[in-house]
């Protein structure tokens, strides 16, 4: 909300405050100062020139340069480029030294190598609405050489971000009454308090149907006769144009002129344009309105509408008017509507009609019923001053809703307005426990100051202990806790001095997670590999399981219709589902980065993924993970190795034998069947399914513009913690030496290490302490091997823990190996 | 006899003193004291030296022996010191490496894992809840009027379930009061979602950490004095921290919280970081009557919540928060 300076200074005495001052008040009080306009110009250097030549810059299709009168005695050279005075106009002209709005300083310069010595002005580069496009041409009544600053009135725009709770600050007299109660400093007159004390109210009678109470409780019309419509008064549309707004004409200039001064939005009918009395009522659904900006909505039963006899909409309640029933030039009597809406109900309708006004804006946040008639009051003295016409009194339907809890209604003090027709208005009352005052602020607060916060503020100790009845203006006090803000807030967080006290707390399971979690991320970043952080949403169409072994989505079991989770109103196709697998995410990574020409393509992700457990009707769950991609060159290419190796499958499984190096870790084919193009398998960690790894499907790989082998992992964090960090005894260092033998197998081609492993293990040899796969040859060509066969060389390592064995005991031992895979393999032979 | 090994000997000193490389060397030591070798042929030749010169002429070999072995030894050394100098002679040190592949982590969890050990060092324990949350967690918990626009899904993410994604990690509180009787002590770093359209200061899932602290007499001065702390160790002890008033449904008094900070050639600029405040009473309310327990009455507390996309662009200047999600290993590895 734009607030103006000086609009403000006529309710408040705000002399000797700088501007930054002012907005330190403000944004202490809880009041954020968004952004601050200086309007008009300070300094006497800018003052009133008459253009007495103009002629083209050579080269130039808009600079001309000007000799101008700034009544010096001499003529000044300028450059300009506007393109909208003559010879002879009179305008503002910035001689050097003048600093403008926004702390732009004048200086003597050249332009096309032209010499300016200052600079002619449109009224926004003084910080002035502007009026047309280019120089403010002034009035030729205007003595040359006079300061600007003489007949141009100087303002300050504050714009403010009013926290939701403090719908009572929408206004200038709001504001102004804050700053009062904040401050100490003077308030000046209620604009509204003699018009209120004098105006007739009457029962309305038929004159007003209220069909909705629950909606609209309280409704009042004033209909003022013989108005005569046409520009309002200078004063007033200057004020509207401070802060943004368009002078309309003078009625409907009034009735927003009060939304700003009071708060409470008002609104004004053609009282010719009405039959018989109106009726606040609930739209039908469906029902049609036409919006004064011309545009057609469809209603719904929670909307209400202000009709009439003829039934139609003529206004959306507490939103905006119809085209048919506003005021026009032709208006002669008015009706001007001052009521008060359920602020749930307007919140629904604008949102839902993405139908927004001043108005609506101040109901939706909640209103004081206890403006309702002020606002009237005002509008109609306003409207009498300017419009002339007479008023017939305020014509009161229902009653101000009791806004006080049901049990504090019998005692709360009530205020009464109007004459013969009476609005009431019970206070909220609250009371005080001094003692939380103390311990929120360790006692530093007095509570002689306290209570005079609370007064300033506005309300009223009823009976000296500790009850207090709130203003009328501030719906937001309504417990304890709300005065103790108050307090807090007024005396300045800054005068409470800062205390340290702090428990002992045990570790959570939380923390173990996250320090496990950060020490592998840590041992991944040192392996070479980005860790990435991609969107949680995701396209429903990237999750596809010819991609990744998506389809068995952790933990371990398979994606069945329903089982992903997709947002009811997602902003885009692009992000509408809940990511059950990091793949679809870091490929995007991978994808990125190759076209970035990446060379090394290795990424993991930490994260949730999400599923269904049971096709949308299970339960939703969430599960940590770790995502690993590898793909590319292993290093990057460099004049020490030109052409480094791909990445193949078996440098994952490197990584994944890094990161658990105690565990037995098994790629075991997976249970569930993946399409033929990706390799796949689940991932057993001392026998327990902790994931899955894949080499992703070529031919979609390439589609997404990653043409190499990628390989992509899996694991359930929970899982891999539990495993990593299991209790263990560190074993002794051998006493003895040990002695290795190594065999070359003859198989055919499709034994897999697997089988040989078994195999090794079926010999039961005590002495084997362990053996590795150390060479794999095949021969395509069948030349020095037939092409379906291949010679695998293992390593075997035999040992006595309590003896070094002799070369005859080794012998036996391994012979007795060799002899059990010999038995174990078929179409084995030993080379 | 004699003559014969005084000449043996000048001839293999001399020879050993030409040898320029060692092969050579190995050459001459085969040539000399090998089993054919010149010293060695003349040694065999003992035999027949007459009894009373033996001591005499055994002297003489060995002296020989003894000297060629040390020429043999000083010309070893002298050929490996040359060597080793020629093998550093001419290395171009300004040579670039080879290269490694390089990894680093993310951005956000620099930041996320700096705050959390500095809050860690405070006396926070880490605590987490699901991000597919119900309303009563999001909002109803934390005091969310009913027509609130959050509670709007236009403004947050549902599910048909009637589910959302929270939108604040402030559900956490509710999640640990539920299970913990006070005192509460928790910091939880996690995902949170709005449905805004993304753009270079929005995204629609972004990372806070939330932190609570309830027990008897929590006060405005520990609020400030922990977070007046927390924010000092994370942006240098020398930084100004103000609280200013503001409004949250779940706090009362709520703050938000600004530090001065000052980018390389501008003025210094309180730059808004934060929100806290005291724990609404209505909140410790709702949670004693959904558990049906009387632990949170009489408690007091304070929560706050920092945006770590936030921290994160205020620490290295990053002006568009999209960099953090598009992991453009270009942008990452500055981190590093």
Not at chain 1, 452 to 467: A, Y
Not at chain 1, 685 to 704: F, H, M, S, T
Not at chain 2, 220 to 245: H, I, Q, S
């Amino acid at each position: 909300m734009n607030i103006s300076l000086n609009w403000l200074s006529s309710y408040i005495d705000l002399q000797g405050l700088g501007t930054q001052e002012m907005a330190d008040m403000l944004t202490f009080a809880g009041i954020e100062v968004e952004g601050i306009q200086e309007r008009g110009v300070t300094t006497e250097l800018v003052v009133v020139a008459q253009v007495v030549e103009k002629t083209p810059v050579e080269g130039s299709d808009h600079l001309n340069v000007c000799m101008v009168d700034a009544g010096e005695g001499s003529l000044r050279q300028i450059v300009c480029g506007a393109q909208n005075y003559k010879v002879g106009d009179k305008v503002p002209c910035a001689l050097p030294g003048a600093v403008l709005p926004g702390g732009w300083e004048i200086k003597e310069g050249k332009l096309r190598g032209v010499d300016s010595r200052g600079m002619l002005c449109s009224a926004s580069e003084l910080g002035l609405p502007d009026k047309e496009h280019g120089l403010w041409i002034l009035p030729q009544e205007y003595t040359i050489g006079t300061p600007v600053r003489s007949f141009v009135e100087t303002d300050t725009i504050f714009e403010l971000e009013i926290t939701p709770n403090r719908p009572d600050l929408l206004s200038h007299w709001g504001m102004a009454r804050e700053l009062a109660g904040i401050t100490g400093r003077t308030l000046k007159a209620d604009p509204a308090e003699a018009p209120t004390a004098t105006i007739e109210t009457q029962p309305a009678g038929d004159a007003i149907t209220l069909s909705a109470p629950d909606i609209c409780p309280l409704y009042t019309a004033t209909r003022i006769s013989g108005v005569k419509i046409g520009p309002s008064p200078e004063w007033l549309a200057n004020r509207l144009v401070s802060i943004g707004l368009r002078p309309i004409n003078n009625v409907v200039d009034i009735t927003n002129y009060c939304l700003f001064e009071l708060g409470h939005p008002l609104h004004a009918f053609d009282a010719a344009k009405l039959t018989g009395g109106l009726n606040i009522r609930r739209a039908a659904e469906g029902e049609s309105f036409t919006s004064l900006m011309e545009e057609e909505y469809s209603l719904k039963a929670d909307d209400v509408v202000i009709s009439d006899a003829s039934g139609a909409a003529l206004a959306l309640g507490g939103v905006m008017g119809g085209l048919e029933s506003g005021v026009t030039e032709t208006t002669t009597d008015i009706l001007l509507e001052s009521a008060w809406f359920n602020r749930s109900n307007i919140r629904f309708t604008s949102r839902r009609l993405g139908l927004g006004s001043d108005s609506s804006y101040r109901f939706e946040r909640g209103t004081s019923p206890w403006n309702v008639l002020r606002a009237a009051a005002r509008a109609t003295q306003l409207i009498l001053e300017c419009c002339g016409g007479t008023a017939g009194p305020v014509l009161v339907g229902g009653q101000a809703p009791c806004l006080v809890p049901e049990e504090n209604a019998p005692t709360a003090t009530v205020l009464e307005q109007g004459t013969q027709a009476k609005i009431y208005y019970a206070l909220d009352q609250v009371k005080l426990d001094w003692k939380e005052l103390d311990v929120m602020t360790n006692a530093s607060l007095p509570h002689m100051e306290g209570a005079r916060i609370l007064r300033h503020l506005g309300l009223r100790d009823v009976d000296g202990k500790g009850t207090w009845d709130c203003p009328p203006w501030r719906l937001d006090l309504k417990r304890s806790c709300d005065l103790l803000e108050e307090m807090v807030r007024v005396y300045g967080i800054d005068n409470i001095p800062a205390t340290n006290t702090a428990i002992f707390v045990e570790e959570s399971s939380h923390d173990r997670a996250n320090d496990y979690r950060m020490g592998l991320a840590r041992k991944l970043a040192g392996a070479g590999f980005w860790e990435v952080q991609t969107f949680k949403l995701i396209a429903a169409e990237s999750i596809d399981p010819t991609i990744a072994g998506v389809e068995n989505a952790l933990p371990i079991k398979p994606l069945m219709e329903g089982d992903v989770i997709r947002v009811s109103l997602p902003i885009s196709e692009d992000h509408s589902t809940l990511r059950p697998s990091l793949a679809p995410g870091l490929l995007a990574v991978a994808a990125r980065n190759i076209n970035q020409g990446m060379e090394v393509l290795r990424f993991f992700e930490m994260g949730r993924v999400f599923r269904n457990t049971g096709g949308g009707k299970g339960k939703d769950i969430e599960n940590e993970v770790l995502g690993i991609f590898m793909a590319g060159r292993l290093t990057p290419a460099s004049w020490a190795c030109t052409k480094p190796a791909e990445v193949h499958f078996e440098h994952l499984r490197a990584v994944l034998d890094t990161l658990v190096p105690k565990a037995d870790i098994a790629l075991v084919p997976s249970r569930q069947s993946r399409p033929a193009a990706a390799l796949g398998a689940d991932i057993q960690i001392n026998n327990q399914a902790c994931g899955y790894v894949a080499r992703l499907a070529l031919q979609k790989c390439r589609d997404l513009g990653l043409p190499l082998e990628c390989y992509y992992a899996e694991l359930d964090l929970r899982k891999l913690q539990q495993v990593a960090t299991a209790p263990f005894k560190a074993a002794e260092l051998p006493q003895f030496p040990g002695s290795g033998r190594d065999a070359t197998l003859d198989v055919p081609a499709s034994l897999t290490h697997a089988e040989v492993v078994k195999a090794i293990q079926a010999a039961k040899q005590k002495l084997l302490v362990s053996y590795a796969l150390k060479d794999v040859f095949c021969d395509p060509s069948g030349e020095k091997l037939p092409a379906d066969r291949k010679a695998v060389t293992y390593t075997f390592l035999y040992r006595d823990a309590k003896k070094t064995l002799t070369a005859q005991e080794v012998d036996a031992a391994h012979k007795q190996v060799l002899d059990t895979l010999t038995a174990k393999i078929n179409n084995l032979s030993f080379r | 006899m004699k003559n014969q090994i005084a000449s043996v000997q000048a001839d293999a000193l001399s020879r050993i003193g030409g040898i320029a490389d060692m092969k050579g060397l190995e050459e001459a030591r085969v040539l000399i004291l090998g089993k054919k070798g010149t010293l060695t042929q003349l040694q065999q030749g003992m035999r027949n030296v007459p009894k009373e010169e033996k001591p005499a002429v055994g002297a003489l070999l060995n002296e020989a022996r003894t000297a060629i072995t040390a020429a043999l030894e000083d010309r070893k050394l002298a050929l490996q010191q040359a060597l080793d100098a020629a093998a550093v002679a001419g290395a171009d040190f300004t040579m670039p490496g080879a290269t490694l592949p390089m990894g680093g982590l993310h951005p956000i969890s620099i930041v996320r894992e700096e705050a959390v050990r500095i809050l860690r060092r405070m006396g926070f324990t880490l605590s987490d809840g699901p991000e597919i949350e119900d309303e009563w967690h999001c909002f109803d918990a934390l005091n969310t009027p009913d027509d609130h626009p959050a509670r709007n899904e236009k403004d947050t993410f549902y599910f048909d379930s009637g589910k959302l994604l929270r939108t604040q990690t402030s559900t956490v509180q509710a999640r640990t009061m539920e299970k913990q009787a006070p005192p509460v002590r928790i910091i939880c770093p996690g995902s949170a979602f709005r449905r805004d359209a993304i753009d270079a200061t929005h995204l629609s899932a972004f990372n806070q950490i939330e932190g609570l602290y309830v027990d008897k007499n929590v006060s405005v001065g520990d609020l400030k004095g922990t977070l007046e702390y927390f924010l000092k160790a994370l942006f240098g002890a020398e930084t100004a921290v103000r609280f200013r008033p503001h409004f949250f449904p779940f706090t009362e008094p709520s703050f938000e919280i600004d530090v001065l900070l000052q980018a390389a050639g501008q003025a210094p600029r309180w730059i808004e970081i934060a929100g806290c405040g005291m724990v609404n009473p209505a909140v410790f309310e709702n949670i004693d009557k959904e558990t049906g327990k009387q632990l949170y009455s009489g408690c007091t507390g304070f929560a706050f919540g920092i945006g770590l996309e936030r921290l994160a662009m205020i620490r290295w200047g990053i002006r568009d928060i999209r960099l953090l999600i598009e992991n453009d290993v270009r942008f990452l590895a500055q981190f590093q």
